[in-house]
C-alpha cells in the first residue's frame, strides 16, 4: 500500500479521512498549519486507529517549506488536498484572504510535485449554484460562484484542469462535496467550528447542549414539500471512504483521462424541517426552534445524482440521517465532557 500525504489532516474531512485510510492499509502524512483545526485530534486518531499519524505542522501558502517537504518524502504515492478556508461569510468579507490561501496553497503543491502526483481535490456542490434540473449531474452548468469561498472552488477546478490537460504524469479526481455532516461512530472526532456555527448541524447540536439559543430556520417558503430549504446531506465517515476508493481509482488504469469529477452526496434530499425532525427522533433530544427569513445566498434546493461515484468510484453512501444526527449529537456530548 502506498503512502498518502493528507493536507488539512487535523481538520474536519481530513481527520475522518485519516481514519479511513489507515483502516484501508495506507500509510499516511498529515499536515496542517492548525488555522481551523486542533492539535488534539492526532491524539484522538492515535485512539481511533491504534496508530500514531505522521504529522508536520506547515504553512502550505510557502513554497519553500512545501517543496523542501515533498523533496524530504519521495516515497509519498498520492495526495488528498483538503487545506482550504470554506467559511463562505468570512470569504465575502475578505475575499483575498480566501483567494491567497485557497490558491497558493493547491498550487505550491502541485508544483512541489512537480506536476507528477495523484491527486484528489476537495470541490462542492456549490459550483452548481441552484441547478437547472434535479438531481444534478456532474455534467451540469457551472454557475456563477455566490461568493470568493464559492469561487475558489471553481477555479480551482479550472486550475487543475488546464494542469492535467499539459501534465500527463498529474492524475486529479475533483470530489464535489454536498453538505458533510456527523462525526465517528467513535465520538473522537468531529467538526470544530469556530465561534457561532454557520452551518445547520453544528448549530443544532449546540443549541441542544445548551449552547447556543434556539435554531433560526432560514426560509419557510421555498418552493419545496414543506417550505424550508432541501440538501443532500452526507455522512462525513461515507465521505472518508470515498476518498480512499478515489486514491485507488487513481492508482488503478480505470480513469477516463487524467481529470475526472465526481458528485459525493447519498442522492437524496432532506429539508430543513426534516433535519430537526431526524435530529429529535434519533436522539430524544427536543429542539427550540422557530421561522426566520431566508439567508441571503442561499440556494432553494440541490441534492445529487451519485450514479456516476456509484459506476466509477464503486462507492455508495451508506449512513442515511438518523446516523449522521446521532453521530453529531454523541460528538457535541463528548465535547461537553471533554473540552478541547
Ligand atoms: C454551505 C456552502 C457549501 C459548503 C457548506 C459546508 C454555499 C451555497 N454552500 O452549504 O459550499 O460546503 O456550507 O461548509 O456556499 N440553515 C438554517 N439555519 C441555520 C443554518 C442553516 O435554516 O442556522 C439552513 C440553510 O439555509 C440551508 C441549510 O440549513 O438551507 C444548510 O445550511 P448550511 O449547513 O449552512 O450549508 P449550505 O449553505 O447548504
Known sequence: MGKILVTGGTGFIGSHTAVELINAGYE??????????????????????????????????????????????????????????????????FPLKYYRNNFYSLINVITAFNSNVNLVFSSSCTVYGQ??????TEDAAVKVAESPYGNTKQIAEEILRDTCAVSPDLKVISL??????????????????????????????????GKRGPITVFGNDYNTPDGSAVRDYIHVVDLGK?????????????????????????????????????????????????????????????????????????????????????????WEKYLKDNPF
Open 176 to 209: 464535489r462535496y454536498f453538505n458533510p455532516v456527523g462525526a465517528h461512530n467513535s465520538a473522537l472526532i468531529g467538526e470544530l467550528p469556530i465561534g457561532v456555527p454557520q452551518n445547520l448541524v453544528p448549530f443544532i447540536t449546540q443549541s441542544a447542549i
Open 28 to 93: 499516511v502524512l498529515l499536515v496542517d498549519d492548525f488555522s481551523n483545526s486542533n492539535p488534539k485530534i492526532l491524539t484522538q486518531l492515535e485512539t481511533i486507529t491504534g496508530q500514531n499519524p505522521d504529522f508536520t505542522e506547515l504553512d502550505l501558502c510557502d513554497e519553500q517549506k512545501v517543496t523542501d517537504f515533498v523533496a524530504a518524502h519521495p516515497d509519498i504515492t498520492g495526495v488528498i488536498h483538503f487545506a482550504a478556508f470554506k467559511a463562505v461569510g468570512e470569504s465575502v468579507n
Open 242 to 330: 470515498a476518498h480512499v476508493a478515489a486514491i485507488q481509482r487513481l492508482e488503478s488504469a480505470k480513469a477516463e483521462g487524467n481529470y475526472e469529477v465526481f458528485n459525493l452526496g447519498t442522492g437524496k434530499g432532506s429539508s430543513v424541517l426534516e433535519i430537526i425532525q431526524a435530529f429529535e427522533s434519533s436522539t430524544g433530544e427536543k429542539l427550540d426552534y422557530k421561522i426566520g427569513p431566508r439567508r441571503e445566498g442561499d440556494v432553494e434546493q440541490v441534492w445529487g445524482d451519485v450514479t456516476k461515484s456509484a459506476e466509477g468510484l464503486g462507492w455508495k453512501a451508506e449512513l442515511d440521517v438518523n446516523e449522521m444526527m446521532l453521530s453529531a449529537w454523541n
Open 131 to 136: 441547478p437547472d434540473q434535479l438531481p444534478v
